[in-house]
C-alpha cells in the first residue's frame, strides 16, 4: 500500500565500520528507534491538543490509538524500516490532524538535525513537553551505539536527521536548559526503586548522600536491567554550595555505566581500514568519584575524559580521525621527532580504504 508522503518516516540504519552485516541489524537497535519515534509523536500529539502533560509525561489511550506508528515490510540499503501514522477510526477525527502532527514531528525533527534551539523552541511551543521530547529522541539516536548510523528519511530519500548529529545536539539542548547551579548527568549506586510510585534512589560515591527521583515509566526496563550497578542518570541535578549533587529532577534517561575496554578498530573514521589483525585496546577506567571517564592508549599518545562513555566515544574517533588527517598525512619535514614516531606507528596500523 502507498502511503501518503505527509506521514511517512523511513528509518534507515547503516554500519558505521566495516565487516558487519549489511542488511542485518540488532532488534535491540530497530526496538529503540521505534519506541523513541512513537513516542515523540505521541507526545507532539498531546501537545498539539492542548493537554496537559506531568512529570512522568503519560501518554493517553486515545493518543495512544490515534496516532500509531505502522511498519511496512523492510527494504534493503543497509537495513530500511519504512514507517507511517496510521490514519485510524476517520469517522471519529479528521486525517488532517495525523499529517499535521507528522509536519510537527518532521519540523523538530529537522531542528535536531541544525542543533538550531530556537527553531526546536518554536516547534515545541509547550516548554513542559521539551524535556520529555529530549528524553525519547534520545533514546531513538542514543540507542545506536557506536556500531550503526540511524537516518530518518521522508518518502523521496531525502534525508531529515541522523543519529551523529543528533546526539551532539541533543546534548547541547540538554545543557541548555539548565540552570545555575546544575548540571545534566550524575553517576551513582542505584540503591532502590519504589515502582508504584516510580521513584528511584541514588547513592552518590563522593558524598555518601542518597538522593531519590522520579522517572518515566518508559525507562523502567533500564533500571530492572542495572539493579545494583553503578548508573547515569540524565536529568536536571541540583548542586550544594560544594559543587556535589544535592537532587535531581526532571528525569530523562538512566544509563548503565560501562567500563570495558574500546576495540581501536571499533573508531575508525569511514575512510580508514587496519593493516593488519590487530587486538590493541583503549582502556577505560572512572575517576575516584565515579562521575568521568577516562581513555588511553600509549602507542598512539590517546589520552581523553568526558562525563559519558558515548562523549568518550566521539572524542576518540574525532581525535583518530585529526591524527590521520594532521599526522599521518603531513611531510616529514613538518613534524617534529615525536610526530613522526607517531606517524610512522599510524601508518603501520591503518591505511585509506581506497589504497
Known sequence: MDHEQETFFGLHFEPRH?????????????????????????????????????????????????FQLHCEVP????????????????????????REVAKITRNLL???????????????????????????????????????????????????????????ALERLRQ??????????????????????RKLSLLIPSTGRLISCLYEEDIESALLENARDLIQVVGTIELDEGGNPLRITDVQEVHPVNTDDIDLIELL????????LNNLQITVELSEDKQ?????????????????RSDLVDALEAELDFLWKNVAQEDDGNLAPKARL?????????????E
Open 18 to 66: 566495516d565487516g558487519e552485516g549489511a542488511h542485518v541489524l540488532p532488534a535491540q537497535n530497530l526496538v529503540q528507534a521505534l519506541e523513541g519515534l512513537q513516542r515523540t509523536i505521541y507526545l507532539v500529539a498531546m501537545m498539539k491538543e492542548g493537554r496537559e502533560v506531568k512529570a512522568r509525561a503519560r501518554v493517553t489511550r486515545d493518543i495512544e490509538e490515534r
Open 292 to 308: 568521568t571517564f577516562f581513555a588511553k592508549l600509549d602507542e598512539l599518545g590517546i589520552d581523553h575524559a568526558a562525563c559519558t
Open 176 to 197: 541548555a536548559r539548565l540552570l545555575p547551579g546544575t548540571q545534566s548527568i550524575v553517576t551513582g549506586y542505584f540503591n532502590k526503586v519504589d515502582f508504584k510510585e
Open 110 to 168: 529537522g531542528s535536531i538535525a541544525t542543533g538550531d534551539e530556537q527553531n526546536f523552541n518554536r516547534t515545541v511551543v509547550d516548554s513542559a513537553f521539551r524535556p520529555p521530547i529530549l528524553a525519547s529522541l534520545g533514546k531513538m539516536f542514543g540507542g545506536q551505539g557506536g556500531h550503526y548510523r540511524l537516518s530518518v528519511e521522508d518518502k523521496a530519500g531525502k534525508l531529515i536527521v541522523d543519529s551523529v548529529s543528533a546526539t551532539d
Open 342 to 354: 607517531l606517524k610512522v606507528e599510524l601508518k603501520k596500523l591503518f591505511k585509506e580504504i581506497s
Open 269 to 276: 573514521p569511514d575512510y580508514l581500514k587496519a593493516n593488519e
Open 75 to 98: 527494504k534493503e540499503g543497509s537495513y530500511y524500516q519504512p514507517t507511517f501514522i496510521a490514519e485510524r477510526d476517520q469517522s471519529l477525527f479528521s486525517p488532517d490532524e495525523v
